[in-house]
């Protein structure tokens, strides 16, 4: 036990050092974006928006920013260091040590999941030189950002077995997640969509890791948030058991 407590701790450690060592790639990125985000969307936009579900339209916002954020960079991490190991055949060292399968698969989900959530709180910050940021339900906040950043590194595991070059990750990252979350009641509340839209927005799952981030931080949503986290909660144990799964066969580990 007390060897494969320090093979995890050892990878997690690696993984870790390896984004907290370039910090102007991994943290600066999100923070200017965000500052972005928030004098545009939240300080000219918002300031001729007014409120929206009882409070201020920066506050609205800014849970979905963070959600934006936090799965972003825990799947970049994950999905990067994998494949990036593959590529260049490092990997391998770790696929021949005693390390278990289950270990190195917690190890790379862990240290991912980390980013995700010191990403999420960088933003936070940055929203706090804009607005107040209340924080309504702490524990269902951190609820919410624990399962995403799991759920999203845990896709990131995927994303880097099965990437065969880099143009993969981008394609990933740009075309199907951030879409998602831009159409996931990010900048707008779902009582503004027509019926149509808005009964297709339910089968969007960011807008239940939208609204359950929401309600941790604010106290809105639209959506149960046991519900949102029951859900989120299954699909993170499913994917984490794919992630599993492909380890254990060797998908593109071995070829």
Not at 99 to 108: I, K, Q, T
């Amino acid at each position: 036990m007390t060897r494969n407590a320090t093979q995890f701790r050892t990878l997690v450690r690696r993984e870790v050092l390896r984004f907290v060592r370039r910090p102007y790639n991994t943290f600066l990125p999100p923070i200017i974006t965000n500052t972005l985000y928030f004098a545009v969307f939240g300080v000219i936009l918002g300031s001729r928006i007014g409120e929206i579900a009882g409070v201020s339209y920066l506050q609205f916002v800014l849970p979905g920013l963070v959600v934006l954020g936090a799965i972003s960079d825990s799947f970049e991490n994950a999905s990067f260091s994998i494949f990036h190991g593959r590529w260049n055949d490092y990997i391998q060292a770790v696929l021949i040590s005693p390390m278990s399968d289950r270990g190195m698969v917690a190890a790379y989900v862990s240290a991912s999941a980390l980013r995700g959530v010191v990403t999420s709180v960088l933003i936070i910050a940055v929203g706090l030189v804009f607005t107040p940021v209340p924080v309504a339900n702490p524990l269902y906040l951190l609820a919410f950002v624990l399962v995403i950043t799991t759920l999203f590194a845990g896709f990131g595991v995927i994303g880097g077995l099965w990437a065969s070059d880099f143009d993969y990750l981008t394609v990933m990252t740009q075309f199907i997640l951030r879409p998602l979350v831009f159409f996931g009641a990010v900048f707008y509340s779902l009582e503004l969509l027509p019926p149509l839209w808005r009964t297709l927005s339910f089968f969007n799952p960011m807008v239940y890791m939208v609204n359950g981030v929401r309600y941790g931080m604010i106290g809105v949503t639209e959506i149960d948030p046991n519900v949102s986290l029951a859900v989120l909660t299954a699909a993170t144990v499913a994917v984490l058991a794919v992630d599993l799964l492909l380890f254990e066969r060797g998908y593109g580990l071995t070829e």
